[in-house]
């Protein structure tokens, strides 16, 4: 990285010239091997205490503006300085969605899932809303789309900073924001599974600990 050689080419400007240590057994079999480590690590520590602990931490600093990235120029610097969302029914729905089943990705997994769901609302094969698309199927344990709707236990929302968080990635989805990662998928599923239905749709991408599918325009009747 380009601060760590910013690092170790100053550090060559302040400090005497020392020789080079080389840790090769073949250059003198009588000296053992802690006294050539000990050359070694003591070189690179008096290189680092002719630095100040400030321009140490400045030359070490990663450098700015690194930033997790979601879709459409969303990066969780813009998320933080968002307002706290609100919205009716579709809202509601996207974000609660998000919440019970995607709360713990990176922001890229999140949105990656509220892709499918608004993939789902334009495909004719799905209802066309969000709350439609999301309680699909729901009152049939394990029968629903979204298992959360269906696995029996309530659906209680807990942890008010995460909801914050999937209520302004929802705002921001259904305002419009390009779906630019998952390449159409209306499908997904946690690694740790293997539905029968992966083996036959083609897999879009992966993101955190979800692989994403598209559903095939035809699909083989067996």
């Known amino acids: 990285m380009k601060w ?30 802690n006294q050539r480590l000990g050359s070694l690590f003591g070189a690179e520590t008096n290189a680092l205490a002719a630095f100040g602990a400030r321009d140490v931490a400045r030359l070490t600093r990663a450098p700015e503006g690194v930033l997790e990235e979601g879709a459409d120029g969303l990066t969780s610097q813009k998320l933080a300085a968002m307002p706290v969302a609100s919205g009716g029914d579709q809202w509601s729905c ?41 309680n699909q199927g729901t009152g049939e344990r394990y029968r629903c789309q979204f298992t959360y709707t269906c696995d029996g236990r309530p659906e209680t929302i807990t942890e008010v900073r995460a909801y914050q968080k999937v209520g302004k990635i929802a705002r921001f ?18 690694k740790s599974v293997n539905p029968r239905w992966a083996r036959v749709f083609p897999r879009t991408t992966t993101i955190g600990y979800h692989h994403f599918y598209r559903e095939p325009s035809r699909v083989a009747q067996n």
């Open 94 to 134: 996207l974000a609660e969605a998000l919440y019970f089943e995607a709360r713990g990705e990176t922001l890229k997994g999140i949105v990656g899932v509220a892709e499918v769901i608004l993939n789902r609302v334009d495909d004719r094969r799905y209802p066309a809303s969000v709350c439609g698309v999301v």
């Open 173 to 190: 989805m259904l305002d419009g924001a390009e779906r630019e990662l998952t390449d159409g998928a209306t499908h997904y599923h946690t």
């Open 4 to 33: 760590v050689a910013a690092l170790i080419a100053a550090s060559t400007l302040c400090v005497p010239a020392v020789a080079d240590v080389t840790l090769s057994t073949s250059n003198n079999p009588t000296v053992s091997l």
